[in-house]
């Protein structure tokens, strides 16, 4: 099984109806951001901007404070992971460890100081990965139009199934050849998640099957889970139906 993490949410005790909240920039542009390498492969474009790509950044440009705007942390508490810029990710230093961890040396981790309005809250890592894959199993994936991309049509049967091979001792990468490309995560990634002293992992019953998708969530909390799963707030990702994807 691999995941592809779509950000942050919080679950019911967090009162979010009315109030939503942000990541933008406070000090630096984040326009300025450039990859160190641009130059383009088979896969998906890649831009002089590069966010998404699985090609590392340059540290120039890059910014190095973050504003959380919007909901207030009482009503919207701070994440582990945070979304930014769409698909982007910024994690706590927790979640870096684990991933430096598995995969010492491989991905770029940007320090940026993360403020609620003036207040200083904490250093966040800006996650550039630095993973750029062709992981399909093109034998069992379904759509695969000509030029070898992952492409669903809406209310049509579909199956991404990624090859353990292909993935190898990978765990945290953008897919070049499937739309949105992740990020998605090893087994054994989440599984250091659920295993580390305020993450857990709680898999939804109805997780997938073999035309669709379901859920994983990845809770944070500092309090003691009162079931072994259940805790205050959380981040998730969704769990895709692979296959072959054990890692």
């Known amino acids: 099984m691999a995941y592809g993490i779509t950000g942050g949410i919080w679950n019911d005790e967090a009162d979010t109806r009315d109030e939503h909240s942000w990541i933008e920039v406070l000090e630096g542009n984040d326009e300025d951001m450039q990859l160190v390498d641009a130059t383009q492969d088979d896969g998906a474009l890649i831009t002089k901007a590069g966010l998404g790509s699985g090609r ?7 910014p190095t404070k973050l504003l959380r705007g919007g909901a207030g942390l009482k009503v919207k508490p701070l994440l582990d992971v945070e ?6 990710l910024v994690v706590c230093e927790r979640v870096k460890d684990i991933v430096e961890e598995l995969e010492p040396g491989v991905h770029r981790f940007f320090p940026m100081e993360l403020y609620v309005g003036k207040d200083y809250q904490r250093t966040d890592y800006f996650l550039n990965i630095c993973n750029r894959l062709d992981a399909l199993d093109r034998e069992r994936t379904y759509p695969i139009n000509k030029r070898g991309f992952f492409y669903p049509e809406e209310n049509q049967p579909r199956a991404l199934v990624f090859s353990t091979e292909k993935i190898g001792n990978h765990h945290i990468w953008i897919d070049k050849f499937v739309p949105g490309g992740g990020p998605f995560i090893s087994d054994m990634l989440a599984k250091r998640l659920q295993d580390s002293a305020t993450t857990v992992i709680s898999p939804n019953p109805k997780r997938c099957d073999r035309l669709g998708r379901g859920r994983l ?3 944070h909390s500092k309090k003691k889970p009162k079931q ?3 805790t205050k707030r959380c981040w998730r990702s969704w769990g895709r139906n692979t296959g072959d994807v054990g890692v």
């Open 228 to 230: 072994g799963w259940l």
């Open 83 to 88: 979304r930014w810029r769409g698909r982007e």
């Open 56 to 62: 590392a950044m340059a540290e120039e440009g890059m």
């Open 217 to 219: 969530h990845l809770w």
